[in-house]
């Protein structure tokens, strides 16, 4: 009669080895993290409203109205939002949250909206740029004879 034993290693959650590794790809490779923590900011949604309008919602705590732009370019149908971070030395020692300067672009691909009619609100730290859809054409109809 054979004993088959079959040994499972389980691997703890905080071994030595995993906790060396957390430690050394958090220090080696420090710009490569830092540039993903920055890649997704800020905060945003891209969504239709109930009228059909395409809304864009940034969360920019700790930012301005001032500090805002927005730029559209009709002939690119694109729509630029920038923000630039105006904090002296004395405010970036005593904050503890992070305010960066930013610069993002959508272009309307499908060239559906009505880049002349675009809305903006800023309230408390949210910006919401709304963009209605372009009035339709309406269609031709031929009569047949």
């Known amino acids: 009669m054979t004993n088959t034993a079959i040994t499972l290693h389980r691997p703890s959650l905080l071994g030595r080895r995993v906790f060396d590794d957390v430690f050394d790809n958090f220090f080696n490779d420090f710009p490569s993290l830092l540039r993903q923590t920055t890649q997704g900011y800020p905060v945003s949604d891209i969504y239709q409203n109930?009228?059909?309008?395409?809304?864009?919602?940034?969360?920019?705590?700790?930012?301005?109205?001032?500090?805002?732009?927005?730029?559209?370019?009709?002939?690119?149908?694109?729509?630029?939002?920038?923000?630039?971070?105006?904090?002296?030395e004395e405010e970036v020692s005593s904050r503890r949250i992070a305010r960066r300067s930013f610069e993002k672009t959508y272009v309307n691909f499908d060239n559906n909206l009505d880049l002349s009619s675009v809305t903006a609100n800023f309230e408390n730290g949210l910006l919401y740029i709304t963009v209605p859809v372009r009035p339709e054409i309406e269609p031709l109809k031929i009569k047949i004879s």
Do not use: Q, W
């Open 50 to 88: 109930e009228t059909g309008d395409t809304v864009m919602e940034f969360a920019l705590a700790g930012f301005s109205k001032k500090d805002l732009s927005i730029e559209i370019k009709p002939e690119k149908r694109s729509i630029t939002v920038r923000a630039e971070s105006n904090v002296n």
